[in-house]
C-alpha cells in the first residue's frame, strides 16, 4: 500500500511530465475519455448495468437478463447482441408504440431498438451533472485543457454539455473515403 506522500509525489512527477510533454509538442492534446467518465459526474451506467436498464424497458425480468448472460458466458458483446434480438422482437409485436414508425422499415438495422432505449434511458441522465465541489473543481480542470479533440463511444451527452464548442461527429463520417 502506498502512503499519501508517495502518491502526492506520483502525481507532482506526472503532472510535470505531462506539463513539460505538452509545451515540447506545441500541440493540445487529444482526450480518450470512456464511460468512467459519465458514471464518476452523472451516475452514468456501466455496459451491464446499461443493458439491465433497456431489458426492463422492453419488459424483460432480471432473471431473463441473468438467464441471456450465463448463457453467453457473461460476454458483454454478446450479451449485448442476444439482448438486441429479444428487443428487436419485443418491439416488433407489444413495443411497437415505442418506436417511430421509420424503425420498422426494410434496410433498419435490428439493434436500432436497443439503442434508442439505451438513448431514452441516458437522456434522463443528462442533467443530472455531479454539484460538489471537487466534481465542480475537477470539470473545470478538464475544461481548462482544452483539447483539440475528444473521443469518446459514450451514448450520453455529457461530453456535448461541457464541450459545446465541439463539432459532434459520429461513426464512419470521421473517416473520408475516396
Not at 513539460?20 to 500541440?27: I, K, Q, R, S
Not at 418506436?99 to 438513448?119: H, M, Q, T, W
Not at 456535448?160 to 463539432?167: H, L
Request: overall charge negative.
Amino acid at each position: 500500500m502506498i502512503t499519501a506522500s508517495q502518491y502526492e509525489e506520483y502525481q507532482a512527477k506526472n503532472v510535470a511530465f505531462i506539463k513539460a510533454m505538452l509545451e515540447g509538442v506545441g500541440c493540445r492534446p487529444v482526450l480518450f475519455l470512456g464511460s468512467g467518465i459519465s458514471k464518476r459526474y452523472i451516475g452514468g451506467p456501466s455496459w451491464h448495468e446499461l443493458l439491465a436498464e433497456v431489458a426492463k424497458a422492453a419488459g424483460l425480468t432480471q432473471e431473463h437478463l441473468t438467464y441471456l448472460s450465463q448463457k453467453v458466458d457473461n460476454d458483454p458483446i454478446e450479451l449485448g447482441s442476444r439482448l438486441a434480438d429479444k428487443i428487436h422482437e419485443w418491439a416488433w409485436t407489444h413495443g411497437r408504440n415505442s418506436f417511430p414508425a421509420e424503425y420498422f422499415a426494410a434496410g433498419v438495422d435490428k439493434s436500432i431498438f436497443l439503442k434508442r432505449l439505451a438513448a431514452d434511458h441516458l437522456k434522463k441522465l443528462a442533467h443530472n451533472v455531479a454539484t460538489d465541489q471537487q466534481s465542480t473543481e475537477e470539470i473545470a480542470l478538464l475544461k481548462k485543457v482544452a483539447p483539440h479533440a475528444i473521443i469518446t463511444t459514450n451514448f450520453d451527452s455529457f461530453l456535448e454539455s461541457q464541450f459545446p464548442e465541439f463539432e459532434r461527429v459520429v461513426g464512419e463520417k470521421l473517416y473520408r473515403y475516396p
